[in-house]
């Protein structure tokens, strides 16, 4: 058998890249349907449109090369959306459930900035330069759709454990009935004074 080079590898990577975007097409319509927060949903379908942009720089970079447009399978991202999907049925309440949505997202994202940063990189090696502009602009998209879900994640997840606006009013209430309490303990406490010492 012939050894396997660095471009056999980054072919494959490729190939591997091209299959997990494919996927995340296919699971991201589930996730966004059962978001209930519409900013999470926004989100969502916002890099469902970028996914499919990045599923077409694939097969760009395949025909540039004069290659043929192929997948193979990444196992890695299909089980990364599995879990995912395994977690969205659980049957969470609402705001706990796009908390669960963001987990599963993030993870997604992750996996693909580590391949992604990896295929760049292989790119760069082989002098295959356009290749690189454009799985690096994939990567960039990758990061921003991170950075994105983790500052919807500050509050969707202050939301699920009951940290949300309301909640903020009840502790808010509850502080204030607290202090008005520790007032009437004072003063009940120094009129007893005085009629001990009377």
Same mark, same amino acid.
């Given at each position: 058998?012939?050894?396997?080079?660095?471009?056999?590898?980054?072919?494959?990577?490729?190939?591997?890249?091209?299959?997990?975007?494919?996927?995340?097409?296919?699971?991201?319509?589930?996730?966004?349907?059962?978001?209930?927060?519409?900013?999470?949903?926004?989100?969502?379908?916002?890099?469902?449109?970028?996914?499919?942009?990045?599923?077409?720089?694939?097969?760009? /970079?395949?025909?540039?090369?004069?290659?043929?447009?192929?997948?193979?399978?990444?196992?890695?991202?299909?089980?990364?959306?599995?879990?995912?999907?395994?977690?969205?049925?659980?049957?969470?309440?609402?705001?706990?459930?796009?908390?669960?949505? /963001?987990?599963?997202?993030?993870?997604?994202?992750?996996?693909?900035?580590?391949?992604?940063?990896?295929?760049?990189?292989?790119?760069?090696?082989?002098?295959?330069?356009?290749?690189?502009?454009?799985?690096?602009?994939?990567?960039?998209?990758?990061?921003?759709?991170?950075?994105?879900?983790?500052?919807?994640?500050?509050?969707?997840?202050?939301?699920?454990?009951?940290?949300?606006?309301?909640?903020?009013?009840?502790?808010?209430?509850?502080?204030?009935?607290?202090?008005?309490?520790?007032?009437?303990?004072?003063?009940?406490?120094?009129?007893?004074?005085?009629?001990?010492?009377?």
């Amino acid at each position: 058998m012939k050894d396997q080079t660095m471009q056999d590898l980054y072919i494959e990577q490729l190939r591997d890249l091209y299959d997990a975007e494919r996927q995340i097409i296919k699971a991201l319509p589930k996730m966004i349907h059962a978001a209930s927060s519409a900013e999470l949903k926004q989100a969502l379908e916002e890099h469902l449109e970028v996914t499919k942009e990045q599923e077409q720089r694939i097969a760009q /970079i395949f025909e540039n090369r004069g290659e043929k447009v192929k997948a193979q399978k990444c196992k890695g991202m299909e089980g990364v959306l599995k879990e995912g999907a395994e977690l969205v049925e659980k049957g969470w309440e609402e705001a706990v459930l796009d908390a669960a949505i /963001i987990a599963g997202a993030q993870r997604v994202e992750h996996y693909e900035m580590a391949g992604y940063g990896c295929a760049r990189t292989y790119a760069e090696l082989l002098d295959d330069e356009n290749a690189a502009e454009l799985l690096q602009k994939t990567l960039d998209e990758e990061k921003e759709a991170n950075d994105k879900l983790s500052e919807l994640a500050e509050t969707i997840n202050a939301n699920a454990i009951g940290g949300g606006e309301d909640s903020e009013q009840e502790a808010e209430s509850e502080e204030e009935s607290g202090v008005r309490r520790g007032e009437g303990i004072r003063k009940t406490g120094t009129s007893n004074r005085k009629r001990s010492a009377a």
